[in-house]
């Protein structure tokens, strides 16, 4: 049966994640499965969960390889996780270890599992490199070849340009433009400022190096690879300094993303325990937050919107499922892809006008405390390794909610494709 015979609260218990470095640095010689590994294996370790069998382990990766196939699974079995315990991979760009968090709170929430881990990894060092797409149908073309001649025959049109090698894309299909591009229009677009985006990025490094000094990350991250931070904290960032770099994505004399104010390309791999009440009870493991709702929403950025604004509209359809206003949270986590992304989906919910025509309200949601946002430092500040920025934000909202004592905390992150996925956490 799909429901067990009541509706349970979906207990977040704490996370752990490797440190977050730059691309092409520290981490350069490791794969997707040793970083997975590792982040399952500090929740392992963290929780004693050694020989235990969970009901399932999510995890996903954007940059795959072939060689990732059943990645998760595999993960698992390098992990001393019991080898009975199932898992699954998902991929749903930026939002993907949120959104695994979220399938599996359903699974936990209606009596199908006791427990799981949520977990994302990526890597932009050990990107997938193919062949050529001409070199990939020639090839294939031989393999079908049933005779000597027929196998021969495709080789015979090999050409130089056959050996140029395929990269990962890094533009959205259906637009031709990067990310970055995609985000500047959408600074043009709300009147979004280089200073303002440069504050941000600013106090995003601060917030980080505080919590770090206070001992907040110490037991969130389990060394690697000789790592014990994330690399991508700049201490000594000023205004200044963020003023004086120059547009990374220039597309006109407007252009105001930088790369100070927009995240690194980065590797790395978080995990979250999630789990029902009774279990966690019985092995006296104590609940950080509860994750209360999830919601996930798409635009069409090809025609009418912004790439990255589609959490502007999952987070008021969630607030509506909760029956509470945009004002009633003790802490805002908002994935900062961009500055600018976080400043234009603020700016979207002050606007009476996108209020009303793009959500159908009759009021603005109103303003946020922005002494409440990314109270830990955010993604400018740590990195983002795509598919493991839900897992890393899972963690750190429920043990500041913890630590507080309680409250309620809002998750909003954007993703490739115009998706946004969000969640609430509560205590």
């Not at 390889?65 to 698992?76: G, I, K």
């Not at 995609?182 to 709300?190: I, K, P, Q, V, Y």
């Not at 001992?215 to 690697?224: M, P, T």
Request: hydrophobic share 45%.
């Amino acid at each position: 049966m799909l429901v067990g015979p009541q509706v349970r609260r979906v207990a977040i218990l704490g996370g752990a994640r490797i440190p977050f470095v730059r691309a092409m640095g520290a981490y350069a010689e490791c794969s997707n499965h040793d970083m997975l590994t590792a982040a399952l294996q500090g929740v392992v370790d963290k929780f004693g969960l050694a020989g235990e069998r969970l009901g399932d382990v999510g995890g996903g990766a954007v940059l795959k390889h072939p060689r990732d196939f059943n990645l998760t699974r595999e993960a698992v079995l390098a992990t001393t996780l019991g080898a009975a315990t199932p898992a699954f991979e998902l991929q749903r760009a930026c939002g993907t270890s949120l959104e695994i968090a979220i399938l599996l709170g359903l699974k936990i929430a209606l009596g199908q599992i006791d427990s799981a881990i949520a977990a994302g990894v990526d890597t932009a060092s050990d990107a997938p490199i193919g062949v050529s797409e001409g070199l990939r149908k020639l090839m294939l073309k031989s393999a079908r070849g049933r005779s000597f001649g027929e196998r021969v025959a495709p080789w015979l049109g090999l050409r130089p340009a056959h050996f140029k090698p395929s990269l990962p894309a890094v533009a959205e299909p259906r637009t031709g433009l990067s990310m970055g591009q995609s985000c500047e229009l959408m600074a043009h677009r709300w009147h979004v400022g280089r200073e303002e985006q440069d504050r941000l990025a600013h106090e995003s490094h601060q917030r980080a190096a505080a919590a770090y000094d206070a001992g907040f990350y110490s037991d969130l991250l389990v060394e690697f690879r000789g790592v014990r931070a994330d690399n991508n904290l700049r201490r000594d960032t000023t205004s200044d300094k963020l003023a004086r770099l120059k547009p990374a994505f220039p597309m006109d004399g407007s252009a105001t993303l930088t790369a100070g104010n927009s995240t690194p390309m980065t590797d790395g791999a978080a995990a979250v325990l999630l789990a029902s009440e009774d279990w966690a009870r019985q092995r006296n493991l104590p609940v950080q937050a509860y994750l209360t709702f999830g919601k996930v929403a798409a635009v069409d950025f090809v025609h009418d919107e912004g790439l990255l604004m589609a959490p502007a509209y999952a987070v008021p359809r969630m607030l509506a499922d909760a029956g509470i206003r945009l004002q009633d949270f003790d802490f805002y986590e908002i994935h900062e892809a961009f500055a600018a992304q976080v400043l234009c989906t603020l700016k979207a919910w002050e606007s009476a006008e996108f209020c009303r025509d793009r959500l159908g309200l009759d009021r603005p949601l109103g303003s946020i405390d922005r002494g409440k946002l990314n109270v830990n430092g955010g993604s400018l500040a740590v990195g983002h390794p795509f598919a493991a920025t839900g897992a890393r934000i899972l963690a750190t909202l429920a043990k500041a909610i913890d630590q507080r004592g309680g409250g309620r905390g809002l998750i909003s992150i954007c993703t490739a494709g115009g998706m946004g996925v969000a969640a609430i956490l509560e205590k």
